[in-house]
């Protein structure tokens, strides 16, 4: 079984910044990327940004030059500092972890989401 632990959502004003962090334990034995997905009312599930295991990233159009992801890979956290933030980055944002456990098995984990809103 592997966890993911989410934290640092909130309500910012348009402009201003938050981080999210997600801790990922349990059975994992390598991961193979780290990364955020976002789901907005009425909206499908998309991705934000990815990080993989060596290191390389890929971040959707609309947060480049806004957010960063970076990972730690001692204690397999995964961050998201989004700055400038306006209103359509409102959304749960959702951590996701893929990889595989001691036993070699693939895995994939999703967290319970955060809140992210966007006042204007």
């Known amino acids: 079984q592997v966890q993911l632990v989410e934290s640092g959502g909130g309500l910012v004003q348009a402009g201003g910044s938050l981080k999210l962090s997600c801790v990922a334990s349990g059975n994992i034995f390598r991961i193979i990327a780290m990364g955020w997905y976002r789901q907005a009312p009425g909206k499908e599930r998309e991705l934000v940004a990815v990080?993989?295991?060596?290191?390389?990233?890929n971040l959707t159009h609309s947060v480049k030059g806004r957010f960063t992801i970076s990972r730690d890979h001692v204690s397999n956290t995964v961050s998201l500092q989004m700055n400038k933030l306006n209103p359509q980055d409102t959304a749960v944002y959702y951590c996701?972890?893929?990889?595989?456990?001691?036993?070699?098995?693939?895995?994939?984990?999703w967290g319970q989401g955060t809140q992210v809103t966007v006042s204007s």
């Open positions: 990080m993989d295991s060596s290191g390389n990233t």
């Open positions: 996701n972890v893929h990889g595989t456990t001691n036993r070699l098995t693939y895995f994939e984990a």
